[in-house]
């Protein structure tokens, strides 16, 4: 017996009620009232990813516990149990001045958590030995094979069990050698989601996280499975709350930059003077990806006013910046040899001739303080804290202080966060989570432990957002529209489910509700309850319908897979 959950969806002004099973029965404990209540048609009781949610209906500026669960929303990954008590202790706006600062915040339960994950401190280079050592060990195996046993009476009746054995053998320790490889990848997925979980340093998470999906570097192209790893934790954390020139510079010498958009192979064209003789058989020919998109998705935007020459020209400025053996050593090099050493003429600049790495530098500068680049950071920024539809004259004033502060990206946010915009009605629960940000949110406002297995990680991406997985380098959405598919609300309220059936490592409602004080109320006082606490309001219409019985643990599951638990 399954419990069914009924929906509208709407076509071309055509509403159809639709019927599909959500989660297995036994595993809610033989709550059998759930299949009859959320079998209902009735459209009010139907829920919807594109109803208002209660809170955004009210009118009048924000409460201060509205503030508060606001900045947490957006701020950070949700609120864990205490949390809004502890911004209204200090103060919306000191908590804020204070995550622009994490540095000075104790984050002594990330250092836990990464204790856990030794490939988290490997250096690049171990790094690179532990990805590459499945194909050294094929390698080896084929130029050097085990020197043949001595011949014996019944050598040739043992010969193919002996061959099995060793086939057998070479290939354990090549699965074992090309698991722990691949651990390099899931570490980082687990301890991303673990971080936004646990990390009190929550603005500074939320920053990596814009960040690492401004400059998208897919996990699947070659050995981009460990060079994430030095991406993540030595380009991204350390400037992003830094300024956007150190950030761009930071990114483009990156390894995985340049392997993801194939700079690492750009060279100067035969025709070309370069700034050192080439060896035989050195590539020839400039290659465009990382110079169109350094242009379009990560400074100016597509409308910042470049042209296709502008593209060449600026490919050829990074000719001979490029990696040492990508698969074995992945260290950022610059060879002459391969930089062309031409003038150049970018957005109107002038590059003279006989330059070598100062020519990509250049570039970066010039970028990081074109006024088309402030315009599209301060779109991106202020999209992502306040609204999908940026209001133009936020957009304009962060867009100043960027140019003013020469890409401070403090300042800019603190000039978004102070912004009568930011903490307008229309905010408010105005913005849908990403799956990231739902499934950290839940875990947070379960006040979940980290999940030091990969399963959490498994869950953002069946819901769409495998980390590190997009393939297109402009990232995944930044608004909310493309999360809702026809399927998203059923695998969103599957996730709640999940939660509530104990299926979640590190989760346990029962000890969440003696946390927060509901395990001993009656179960209607613990329904309101349990809503004030994870959405901040009433109970809704189509979440009353659902709730006239049950217990508290599918309460919970269902709060969490309402629509009004998808907005932040």
Not at 465 to 489: C, I, R, V
Not at 546 to 557: E, H, S
Request: hydrophobic fraction near 40%.
């Amino acid at each position: 017996m399954t419990i069914t959950m009924a929906w509208t969806t709407t076509t071309k002004g055509s509403t159809a009620t639709s019927h599909r099973p959500v989660f297995p029965l036994p595993l809610l404990g033989g709550l059998a009232w759930a299949g009859a209540a959320c079998a209902t048609t009735h459209a009010a009781s139907t829920p919807t990813l594109t109803a208002v949610a209660p809170a955004t209906r009210r009118v009048g500026a924000l409460s201060p516990d509205e503030r508060a669960r606001h900045v947490l929303n957006r701020l950070a990954f949700g609120p864990r149990p205490g949390d809004e008590a502890a911004v209204r202790s200090v103060g919306v706006d000191r908590w804020i001045a204070r995550q622009l600062e994490p540095d000075s915040i104790d984050d002594r339960d990330v250092d836990s958590v990464l204790a856990r994950f030794p490939t988290m401190s490997l250096a690049l280079a171990d790094a690179a030995r532990l990805y590459a050592r499945p194909a050294a060990l094929r390698a080896a195996s084929r130029s050097d094979p085990t020197p043949p046993l001595p011949m014996s009476p019944c050598a040739d009746r043992l010969a193919p069990t002996l061959g099995r054995l060793e086939a057998r053998a070479d290939s354990l320790v090549l699965t074992q050698a090309e698991r722990a490889g691949s651990r390099l990848l899931t570490d980082l997925q687990a301890t991303k989601l673990a971080r936004a979980v646990v990390s009190r340093r929550q603005l500074q998470e939320v920053m990596v996280d814009f960040w690492e999906n401004h400059f998208s570097v897919y996990s699947g192209k070659g050995p981009e499975r460990y060079l994430l790893l030095p991406f993540d934790r030595d380009v991204i954390r350390p400037h992003a709350l830094g300024r956007f020139r150190d950030l761009l510079g930071a990114v483009a010498h990156s390894p995985a930059m340049l392997y993801y958009l194939d700079n690492w192979q750009s060279a100067a064209e035969p025709e070309r003077p370069t700034l050192a003789q080439r060896g035989r058989g050195a590539r020839r020919g400039i290659n465009e990806n990382f110079g169109r998109e350094l242009l379009e998705l990560h400074t100016l935007g597509v409308d910042g006013g470049y042209t296709q020459q502008d593209v060449i020209e600026v490919a050829r400025a990074f000719t001979g910046w490029t990696i040492e053996d990508p698969e074995r050593v992945g260290r950022f090099v610059f060879r002459p040899e391969l930089h062309d050493a031409g003038p150049k003429r970018i957005l109107g600049d002038s590059l003279p001739a006989g330059r070598g790495v100062e020519d990509g530098e250049a570039v970066l500068t010039l970028l990081a303080r074109h006024p088309a680049t402030a315009r599209f950071i301060a779109t991106k920024l202020v999209r992502r804290f306040v609204s999908d539809t940026p209001p133009g004259g936020l957009v304009k004033r962060a867009a100043r202080t960027f140019r003013d502060s020469d890409g401070d990206i403090r300042a800019v946010l603190r000039t978004i966060f102070s912004s009568r915009e930011f903490s307008s009605r229309a905010a408010y629960r105005a913005k849908i989570k990403s799956p990231f940000e739902l499934v950290a949110s839940a875990l947070r406002g379960l006040g979940a432990a980290a999940d030091t297995t990969p399963r959490t990680v498994q869950l953002v991406a069946q819901l769409g957002e495998p980390l590190y997985g997009h393939d297109a380098p402009n990232g995944y959405p930044e608004t909310g529209a493309p999360w809702l598919g026809s399927g998203a609300l059923l695998s969103r309220i599957n996730l709640g489910l999940a939660l509530a059936a104990g299926q979640v490592p590190g989760v346990a409602v029962s000890r969440w509700l003696k946390q927060v004080g509901f395990d001993r109320e009656p179960y209607a006082q613990q329904v309101d309850a349990i809503v004030a606490e994870l959405l901040d309001g009433p109970v809704p219409a189509e979440l009353r319908a659902l709730l006239q019985r049950g217990d508290a643990t599918t309460t919970v599951g269902l709060v969490l897979g309402s629509p009004d638990f998808q907005r932040r």
